[in-house]
């Protein structure tokens, strides 16, 4: 399909994160277009868009001719879980799972880094959100130069001819970068450490990490950069505001569902004939 | 825990479901202690116990001390998926996975018939809706005669054995029958009938298996007095009235998970101690 967001990473285009909004109230379609600039004037175009999705995975769930996977990716506090309670609550648990992955298991570890992944893509009728992805095997690894700059190449080919695949048997795929700004990232450190009731989710590995933050920075870019394809788009999201993230996020999923021209299958019998 | 449910089965019982309720309406405690006997006077308490459960799977999903496994049973068109859409609908779908079990696949039918349910059984922190069960393999084989009363006895104690085992390691169990009445399935199946957009929905099977229907609740009564246990109780639910039947639901599971008493874990870094 063409998309019309402004925060879509054009196949093949240099992606430069700092070039990339992290507010997203200047130059917004949503602001000039709909007059939305707070989360008050968000909130009831959000719940048109649940709507729409609930609608759209009904469509979905019936007739098992596609299934929908989303990437969501983001610095430490960039607000993936927050993205999934959002916009996801009142969807129909039935139809829609998510996948997190953490360390890998002794066993996974001792397969290719994207058999784990596989596993857990959506059958027929499914939405599947990933919560951290099998892009994580060329971030972290590669900051930490556990893999060379070959290596990331290699495995970001593989990750464009597994998503091509993944593709051309019915998945949309929809991949979305939450991107916040270094000083957003402080801030909700901060709030953690302000509030007794989140320090449990507070743990060191957050802070260590927090120093490579420009390693990041140019490990996403090279895999959004090389993996932003027609049948696997990158979007670089606005997220330092939340309301502002899930407006954007939410728009695009209602546009990509829809542009799969979902119907519900014909009956297998004929009802005129059905006695009770 | 002391359930005050008029719908559990209680351990030893010898359940008869032609005593059981399937309208709900007499002699319920929502009626008598609430005066809710309408949709429209259940909605508010039906919202209440949405917001609480989604607050107790927030506390499930940081503790990782317990998982909540719900089992969802019922003749055809009793409302199970209904049921799931109704109460789980705002739950944050990453702490809430549905499994659905349908014909075994051959590898499935070569292994003991918990092999495959015990995979989808939830982590700690998880919550799993069973949507059919292990519990199919004591109804449908049993009412076709493909199994014998022996083997049926036999499943039963594994049950007992395999729910024992999952409580005693840290998951509440809960399982529902939605109880209806023949003429509310004649009901349901023909406004399906009668609504072309549902004719998607109608299989033959559905209407052959109907004439077994006094060979599915003697199966059923067995099945429940068996294996209503104080570690995995029954509920018979009344589920003519769908409002009755989400709002007796719902009420039971945010009982259950207040009985697990729940605490955010501690935190396991000094707060006071972070420099940003």
Not at 34 to 37: A, E, L, M, R
Not at 200 to 204: A, E, I, P, R, T
């Given at each position: 399909m063409k998309w019309k967001s402004p925060y879509l990473v054009e196949p093949h285009e240099k992606l430069r994160l700092a070039h990339?909004?992290?507010?997203?109230?200047?130059?917004s379609p949503f602001v000039s277009k709909?007059?939305?600039?707070t989360p008050e004037t968000a909130a009831p175009v959000l719940v048109k868009h649940r709507d729409r999705l609930a609608k759209l995975q009904e469509v979905l769930y019936a007739s098992q001719t596609h299934s929908v996977l989303i990437v969501l990716q983001g610095m430490d506090t960039a607000g993936k879980d927050g993205t999934i309670s959002h916009i996801f609550s009142g969807i129909n648990p039935q139809g829609c799972d998510v996948a997190s992955f953490k360390v890998p298991t002794p066993l996974e570890a001792r397969h290719d880094f994207l058999w784990r992944v596989h596993e857990k893509t959506p059958p027929r009728g499914q939405i599947v959100i990933f919560n951290?992805?099998?892009y994580e095997d060329v971030l972290s690894p590669r900051v930490h130069k556990l893999i060379d700059g070959k290596t990331v190449k290699t495995r970001l080919d593989q990750i464009n001819a597994f998503e091509e695949s993944l593709h051309d048997n019915g998945t949309l795929i929809l991949k979305f970068f939450l991107h916040i700004s270094h000083d957003e990232q402080t801030r909700r450190l901060q709030a953690r450490i302000d509030d007794p009731e989140k320090h449990?989710?507070?743990?060191?590995a957050d802070f260590k990490e927090r120093q490579f933050w420009p390693q990041y920075q140019d490990a996403y870019e090279e895999a959004i950069s090389r993996t932003s394809r027609k049948h696997a788009p990158w979007f670089v999201i606005p997220a330092n505001h939340k309301w502002y993230r899930n407006l954007a996020i939410s728009e695009i999923l209602v546009e990509g569902m829809k542009s799969l021209k979902l119907e519900y299958p014909k009956p297998t019998m004929d009802a005129s004939k059905i006695k009770l």
């Open positions: 990339r909004e992290t507010s997203g109230l200047s130059n709909s007059g939305v600039h951290r992805s099998h449990w989710k507070l743990s060191d």
